[in-house]
């Protein structure tokens, strides 16, 4: 579930810009089939003595209309991916911040736990120093008491 999440997360952005892409790439071809077909009108020259016309340079404008026309739809689809891309970024942005802070509580987890395994064998560390110093006395004292009581059997003998 998670892999298929992040799977999605991540390739998503990628099929918005692949779709934006063939779009701008659509509109540039259109545009530059408009270019075409401004410059063959532009060297059309129907007067008298071969000068242009009136109407000739009309349809020239007519052209050339369309072209800002198109201009503006490639301004505003490259607007509109850069508002995807900001999307996308802040989107990417909001997912590894949340990422972060979870990696953050994992490692405080992890830090506490650490802390509790220190203190525990601190403890036992302190339990086991008593363990042998009492050892330790109850060794000394058995051998005193032995030595004692070996004297003063040798004194009775």
Not at 37 to 52: A, D, L, T, V
């Amino acid at each position: 579930m998670t892999f298929l999440l992040i799977f999605l997360m991540f390739f998503s952005p990628f099929q918005e810009e692949i779709a934006g892409g063939a779009k701008l790439e659509k509109l540039v071809n259109e545009r530059e089939i408009l270019m075409n077909q401004w410059q063959s009108s532009e060297s059309k020259k129907s007067g008298i003595f071969g000068n242009r016309t009136k109407k000739d340079m009309t349809e020239t404008n007519e052209w050339l209309k369309r072209i800002l026309s198109k201009d503006t739809q490639i301004i505003e689809e490259l607007k509109l991916s850069g508002r995807i891309e900001s999307a996308v970024i802040g989107q990417e942005k909001d997912d590894y911040k949340t990422i972060t802070l979870s990696l953050e509580q994992d490692v405080q987890a992890l830090k506490r736990a650490l802390n509790e395994r220190d203190n525990t064998i601190e403890d036992m560390l302190a339990s086991r120093r008593t363990f042998e110093w009492t050892t330790v006395i109850f060794f000394l004292s058995t051998v005193g008491l032995g030595y004692g009581i070996y004297r003063s059997r040798k004194k009775l003998n």
